[in-house]
Each structure stands twice: as C-alpha cells, then as structure tokens.
C-alpha cells in the first residue's frame, strides 16, 4: 500500500498554496474566546511573509473548502521556544471537543511528538494498536478516552528554530505522515476520507512558511 501511495503522489496535480503568504483568504477562524469579545486578539496573523499561530486564546484557523485524496505538505518551526500544535484533517463539526476542537483527526506537531495521531470524533487504526495506543478498552474518541495514536520514530524533527517538513497523505479510508523524509504514521480504516483543514493555536507560537496541497490521482 505503501508504495501504491507514492505512485500516486508521483501522479498528483500541479499543488496548490493554502497559503499565499501575503493574506488569510480561504481560511477563517474558529475561536470561542472571541464569541463574546469579536474585537479581542485573534490568534493567527501574517507576518512577514509567514502565517503565525501566536497560540492564545486558544482556537482553529480552518479552510474554506473541503478535501480528499491529497497530498498536505506543511513547513513549520518552533522559532523561540519548544511548544504545542497541530494540523487537523478530515475536520466537520465545529467544537466537537471541550468546546473547542473540531471534529477530525489531529495529525501532532507538538515538539518531540511530531506525527502522533489524536482521534477527535474520528478514528483510525495502525498496527501495534495496544502497544501504540494503551489497553483496548481505553479507546475511544471523546473526553478521557485513549485518543492518543503514538509515533513510530524519535529522531525525526529538526532542532529549534530550524524548518521541518510534515507531509500529509490522506487517500480514501488512509492517513500517512512523513516528517522530514521519515514515516511516522500510518493508519487505515479512518472514519473519515473527507474533510475541512485546520491548524491550531494551541499555546505556543509557531510559523509556517508553506501549507500546500495536491491532489492524488
């Protein structure tokens, strides 16, 4: 499967930049902080030429549009200090979580944990599903259930400051990620194959300097 996947990323269409470097058009945000306070500080901004989730107050930056069977490549960096984000895929209702995390499947950023799948309404499976996961009767995909799906590799991110590549490959019921050449994850049978995508701001100030999808097939 593996490898069928790559034969149709070589395949995908010309890519297209979510981000443009110069605006927010095509996205909006999600932030429940400002419901009451539309004019407060929002949480995603461009700067220089980079988009910016400052991480507080704490919400989503979502697409517009809808996708399946793609190809995500995203160029991020923690540029001061190690933090927490996250690219979601797949995503539909809003605030499906506490209020605030939309329905999806998170694909982890988090420094020392790039890769990591959380379940958010949606679910996945890969192999070694207790080993990576916890005890079966623990899964699940709301509140205190076992969402978290671990990694496969320690090693793979950049050191502060310096620019990592996520690439995304989500094709019908499957999930694969790369993390700066590395296969990180892989997961099938997601209980999603299409969806809006999100970034998160999430506590921590963290750039990206490329969001860029392809279609596959």
């Not at 605030?95 to 309404?121: H, K, N, T």
């Not at 205190?144 to 050191?159: C, M, Q, V, W, Y």
Request: proline share 5%; net charge negative.
């Amino acid at each position: 499967m593996i490898s069928a996947l790559l034969a149709l990323a070589a395949q995908s269409e010309n890519p297209v930049q979510l981000f443009d470097g110069t605006s927010l058009g095509g996205w909006h945000m999600d932030v429940p902080e400002l419901d009451n306070n539309p004019g407060g500080t929002k949480p995603f901004i461009v700067r220089d030429g980079k988009l910016v989730s400052l991480g507080t107050p704490g919400g989503h930056l979502i697409t517009d549009g809808s996708f399946e069977n793609y190809s995500l490549t995203i160029e991020y960096r923690f540029a001061n200090k190690p933090g927490n984000c996250g690219a979601l895929v797949h995503a539909s209702t809003p605030r499906r979580l506490y209020g605030m995390f939309p329905q999806s499947l998170e694909v982890q950023m988090q420094s020392g944990d790039a890769g990591d799948f959380w379940c958010i309404g949606e679910d996945v499976t890969v192999p070694d599903m207790e080993w990576r996961r916890g005890p079966k009767a623990n899964w699940g995909v709301d509140g205190s259930k076992a969402r978290r799906i671990k990694n496969l590799t320690d090693g793979s991110e950049k050191p502060l400051g310096e620019w990592n590549t996520m690439v995304i490959r989500c094709w019908r019921d499957r999930v694969m990620v790369w993390v700066n050449g590395d296969l990180v994850n892989s997961g099938s049978h997601c209980t999603a194959s299409k969806g809006q995508i999100a970034i998160q701001a999430e506590g921590s100030e963290v750039e990206f300097r490329r969001i860029e999808l392809a279609k596959l097939g």
